[in-house]
Every structure is written in C-alpha cells, then in structure tokens.
C-alpha cells in the first residue's frame, strides 16, 4: 500500500446527514426476520460509524446472552470469547449503563482482565459499545471494534448512539413481527385441526348413530389406545370413514 493510499483509507467517513440517518434507519426495519435484523445491525454499524472496523451484536433471550451477528471473522471470535468468558464492554452495556468505552484496551486489565489481553492480543486496541433497548426492556448490545487505539471522536459516538437506538427499535419491531406470525401460524393450525375433528365427529354421529359428545369420545378413546393424537385419529377417519383398528 502507497502512502497515498494508506492516507486515503484513514479518512473519516462523510459525516452523515438527517437524510442518510433517516435512510439508516428505514434499512434496519426493512429487513424481513430477526436475523436478517441482527446481521444489517452490524453490517451498516461497520460501514457508516467513523472509526469502526467491526461490529458485533450480544443479544439478551430469557435473561441469557447470546452472540446475535458480527460483521467478520474476528469480530466473531471476540464476541464468542466476551460471552464465555462473560467480561468486557459488551456485557457490561448490557447489565450496568447504556454505554462503555475504552480507548485503550491495554489500560483495562483491571476491569476486563481476562478480555483486555486476549482482545489486544487478536489486535483491537479500542472499542465502544451501545446497549440496546426498546422501553425498559433490554434487548442487547452493540460493540463496535477498532485496531486503532482511540478510534472513536465524539462523532462517532454521538452517531453511534443514535444508530443504537434506531437499531433498537428495527430489532423490537422484527421480534415483535415474528411473535405475530407465530401466533398466526398457529392459529390456522388450530382452526385447521377443529375443522378436522369436526368432520370426523360428523362421519362417526351419522355411521355410528351417536350424539357429538359420544363421538368425541370414540376418537378420544382410540387417541389413548393407539398413543396417537385425536387430530391423527380425526384424519384418519375424515380419509377412510371409519376408526383405526384397535
């Protein structure tokens, strides 16, 4: 690499404007599942936040913490280790205040010691991370990572913020639109699974000259005797007329 060039990759990144903000943030909710959500997370934080060589999400399921994205290999290595060895500004962001910062990873062995000097020896000299959170609820955090010892101007952390709270919200509106096709979906299969039953009661009342109830119990009965399910044994009897054999 030339000098020339060398300079040139050390440029700060455009300052954005409202508009590319406003953009940022109809590109996070755009994405179609939590996952696709978590991945242009950090795929945008590591594209637009100056400063940024990578970025990795821990993300909070039922109290726990998982590693949710990251950006490269690397960062997914750090983000594995930060959640095994369970220290570091991610997890602090997470539990203790909405944001952390080092600008120099070696002066943190006596906070993080374990992650300072595996993080330093992977080659990041500073970071910054964003919890993530949608009310009161905490969702995650984000880390950004440098190889640069401070890296990160109060630009960046300004826009990081920012980007944090936009990503929070992309994040919760994803959650929130897989919880309702879930609960969707199984609607339909419970509508569907009534139906079938229904018909099949239909077909043992009228074979069998019985009422509803005694139907029912037929199917029950024949669910219990051959370990199957009543919605099984109701197929069963829409497709052949008839219960199973005992």
Aim: aromatic fraction near 6%; hydrophobic fraction near 45%; include cysteine.
């Amino acid at each position: 690499m030339t000098a020339e060039d060398e300079s040139a990759s050390m440029e700060p990144r455009r300052d954005p404007t409202f508009t590319s903000i406003a953009d940022i943030a109809r590109s996070l909710s755009a994405e179609p599942s939590v996952l696709a959500t978590l991945q242009r997370i950090v795929d945008v934080a590591a594209e637009t936040i100056d400063g940024c060589e990578g970025a990795g999400l821990l993300l909070v399921s039922k109290r726990e913490i998982v590693v949710g994205a990251w950006s490269n290999k690397l960062v997914h290595e750090i983000e594995e280790m930060e959640y095994e060895i369970g220290e570091g500004p991610c997890i602090d962001a997470i539990w203790e205040r909405p944001t952390f910062e080092s600008s120099d990873l070696r002066d943190e062995t006596s906070r993080w010691p374990t992650f300072a000097n595996r993080a330093v020896g992977a080659g990041i000299e500073s970071m910054l991370a964003f919890r993530l959170f949608a009310s009161e609820e905490t969702l995650g955090a984000l880390d950004l990572y440098s190889s640069r010892r401070g890296a990160f101007d109060e630009s960046a952390r300004a826009l990081g913020t920012v980007f944090a709270a936009h990503a929070a919200l992309a994040l919760a509106g994803a959650q929130i639109h897989e919880r309702d096709l879930a609960e969707a979906a199984g609607l339909r299969e419970a509508l569907s699974s009534r139906d079938v039953i229904g018909q099949a009661k239909g077909i043992l009342m009228a074979i069998r000259h019985i009422d509803a109830d005694a139907a029912f119990d037929l199917l029950r009965a024949a669910s219990q005797t051959r370990n199957e399910k009543v919605l099984q044994i109701a197929e069963y009897v829409v497709t052949t007329g008839s219960l199973p054999e005992r």
